[in-house]
């Protein structure tokens, strides 16, 4: 009888698992993958794709096309019975239907850390998927649109201020790419633009070496970029934002990117988890008999840092590789091989033709860092063809694109409506 294999979650990790069982498994494997959404998203280049020099037909990959041979179900995982080995998933539509499955891989990733901050929900943006890239893309190009409109100062401050909450990679990234792209396109606007990063922690990166962080600090200061560090966003309402530092900000673009936390469906499914959430893997990658965990939902444990792996692409695509073999060798009754990697570094983009890297210790900045940066996350895309497209594409021709807003994008069915409203009057 065929072996039936469950992955539940198809971004990086899930995907490159099932792409690995799908090429080095027995024909007696049957991989079932599912997902809410039919796409994988490439998260390193959405701040790319906000500021329009990555398409975001380039940072998603459609998971079917991708998974030839493999069951593609697009639901999210709502039950899990270990002890039976059933699954339940439920579909947008709220069809529910149960799997039964030999061994369960979870790899559902996190979703943004929400802290009790009043108006956060009601008016902050999120910045992990694609369709939030998008949305802050067009929404700084609208800001702009209605500051070169409005005859009233106050409104024009307020439009052209844009505060990022978080000053990690997502954070730093996605306010340097959004104001380097206005500075391109905008360059009249631009001088009255006004943007803050705020950093609860006395320096921002703190993932990256302390140099290369207080590089970037620099680098961001000189081009006119408040950075506040020390200070907490501690409230959103009517177009003002009150740090903890007493400063008030007044703006009606708040992004949010102060990190995430494992998927709340582990806890959910009743799986234990530890406080960010994250379901314990041993270095097989196994959580217990039938189960196996990878990538940012679970805490995988560092054999070089004696720490659990940090939430990296750089590690759920090698621990993907890793618990697919381990998952096949376990099929075969085979010895199971230990998770290892050595962190190559870090890069950033802060720009067009601007970045920051470190490689295996060795510190890289400016055009140098930035075309390190692209050709590193063009041969991490799954997919060879796509990788190799969007390489060419990238390289050719990113700086000639010029964003425009396309606002009715999120309401596309007002011009129908508007057309039906006056012609009943008419
Ligand atoms: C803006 C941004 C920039 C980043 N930049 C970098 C970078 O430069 N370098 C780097 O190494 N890392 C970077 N990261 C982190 C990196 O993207 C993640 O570590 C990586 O995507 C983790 O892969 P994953 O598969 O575990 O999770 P994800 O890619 O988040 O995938 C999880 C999947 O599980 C699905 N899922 C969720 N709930 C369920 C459910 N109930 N049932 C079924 N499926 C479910 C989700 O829809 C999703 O498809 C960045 C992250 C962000 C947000």
């Not at 659990?308 to 692409?313: D, E, F, G």
């Amino acid at each position: 009888m065929s072996r039936r294999i469950l992955i539940v979650g198809g971004g990086y990790a899930g995907l490159t698992a099932a792409r690995r069982l799908l090429s080095k498994g027995p024909r007696d494997i049957d991989v079932t993958l599912v997902s809410p959404h039919a796409y994988m998203t490439y998260q390193p280049l959405l701040p790319e794709t906000a500021a329009g020099t990555v398409q975001p037909s380039h940072v998603v990959v459609p998971l079917r096309s991708a998974l030839p041979g493999a069951r593609v179900l697009t639901a999210a995982l709502s039950a899990l019975d270990t002890d039976r080995r059933v699954a339940t998933v439920t579909a947008a539509d709220g069809t529910v239907q149960e799997l039964a499955y030999d061994e369960v891989v979870l790899a559902v990733g996190s979703v943004t850390r929400i802290l009790p901050v009043p108006g956060l929900v009601e008016h902050a943006v999120g910045f992990r998927t694609v369709e939030e890239a998008l949305h802050l893309g067009n929404r700084v190009l609208h800001a702009l649109d209605r500051a070169a409109t409005t005859a009233d100062a106050a409104t024009r401050r307020r439009a052209l201020t844009f505060v990022f909450a978080g000053g990690g990679y997502a954070g730093i990234e996605a306010l340097a790419e959004l104001e380097d792209m206005v500075r391109r396109t905008h360059p009249s606007l631009h001088c009255e633009t006004r943007w803050v990063l705020v950093e609860a922690a006395d320096r921002i990166l703190a993932q990256m070496p302390e140099r290369l962080a207080s590089y970037v600090h620099r680098r961001l200061a000189a081009r006119g970029v408040e950075v506040v560090t020390g200070a907490r966003v501690e409230s959103i309402a009517d177009g003002h934002v009150r740090l903890s530092d007493g400063r008030v900000l007044d703006t009606e673009t708040v992004v949010w990117t102060v990190g995430g936390v494992a998927s709340p469906v582990l806890r959910q499914v009743g799986l234990p988890v530890d406080q960010q959430g994250r379901v314990a893997a041993d270095e097989h990658l196994r959580v217990c008999d039938g189960v196996w965990a990878l990538g940012d939902c679970a805490s995988v444990p560092d054999i070089h840092t004696g720490g659990p792996c940090a939430p990296t692409a750089q590690h759920a695509v090698r621990q993907a590789v890793r618990v697919a073999d381990n998952v096949l060798a376990h099929v075969r009754g085979r010895r199971l091989r230990p998770y290892r990697h050595k962190d190559a570094g870090a890069v950033a983009s802060l720009g067009l033709r601007k970045g920051v890297a470190e490689l295996y210790g060795v510190p890289v900045r400016g055009y140098l860092a930035w075309l390190v940066h692209r050709l590193y996350h063009g041969s991490r895309l799954p997919c060879r063809r796509r990788r190799l497209l969007v390489t060419i594409l990238w390289l050719l021709g990113s700086t000639s694109r010029e964003p425009v807003a396309l606002h009715a994008l999120e309401s596309p069915r007002a011009p129908l409506q508007d057309a039906h409203r006056h012609q009943s009057i008419a």
